[in-house]
């Protein structure tokens, strides 16, 4: 059975800054491409940021230049750093992981909000 965990989501001002993990078991085989995606109160998940197991990464517009995705294939983890965050981050951000095989996982979310 595949699980994917988030930790670190919390509260922080404006301007500040939080890290996301996430770390999947149960698995015995190397993610192929991690992701984090985030849906906030009323509004559809979006795409956040992924990165492949070569580490190429790709971000929604809305979070370049603040938010960097970063993994250890090792541990199946991988990280979501936030900074200058501001008050429309705010929402639940969810792992998500493709295997090799194609498919998909998710985790069960952990809530960001951002205060002004």
């Known amino acids: 059975q595949v699980h994917l965990v988030e930790s670190g989501g919390g509260l922080v001002q404006a301007g500040g800054s939080l890290r996301l993990s996430c770390v999947a078991s149960g698995m015995m085989f190397r993610i192929n491409t991690g992701g984090w995606y985030r849906q906030a109160l009323g509004k559809q998940r979006e795409l956040v940021a992924t990165?492949?197991?070569?580490?190429?990464?790709n971000y929604a517009d809305s979070v370049k230049g603040r938010f960097t995705i970063s993994r250890d294939n090792a541990e199946n983890t991988w990280y979501l750093q936030m900074n200058s965050l501001k008050p429309e981050d705010t929402a639940v951000y969810y792992c998500?992981?493709?295997?090799?095989?194609?498919?998909?996982?998710w985790g069960q979310g952990t809530q960001v909000t951002v205060s002004s």
């Open positions: 998500n992981a493709i295997s090799p095989y194609g498919y998909d996982y």
């Open positions: 990165i492949t197991s070569a580490s190429g990464t």
